[in-house]
């Protein structure tokens, strides 16, 4: 399924620059990670097979200042 998802993936991405504009497409790509999280999140809920993640207040802030950290990067390229 992870190899598929990602050809699927660099398939969308190519397809996605074809359409619009580079710029865009890049900041779309640059919400990837919450969407990973979001994700992940729901597999660890819903599919008991996932390694459970942990899910305490530390790691939790460590993942949202990972994330803002990589959404400022991402204003600071497009300015």
């Known amino acids: 399924i992870s190899m598929a ?3 699927f993936g660099s398939i969308s991405f190519a397809y996605a620059l074809t359409l619009g504009k580079a710029s865009l497409t890049a900041v779309v790509i640059g919400v990837q990670p919450l969407i990973v999280i979001v994700l992940g999140l729901i597999f660890v809920r819903f599919i008991s097979e996932v390694k459970k993640e942990e899910l305490n207040k530390k ?3 460590l993942k949202g200042v990972s ?3 990589m959404i400022v990067g991402l204003v600071i390229l497009e300015i």
Do not use: I
């Open 5 to 7: 998802s990602g050809v």
């Open 59 to 61: 790691a939790l802030l």
């Open 67 to 69: 994330f803002t950290l």
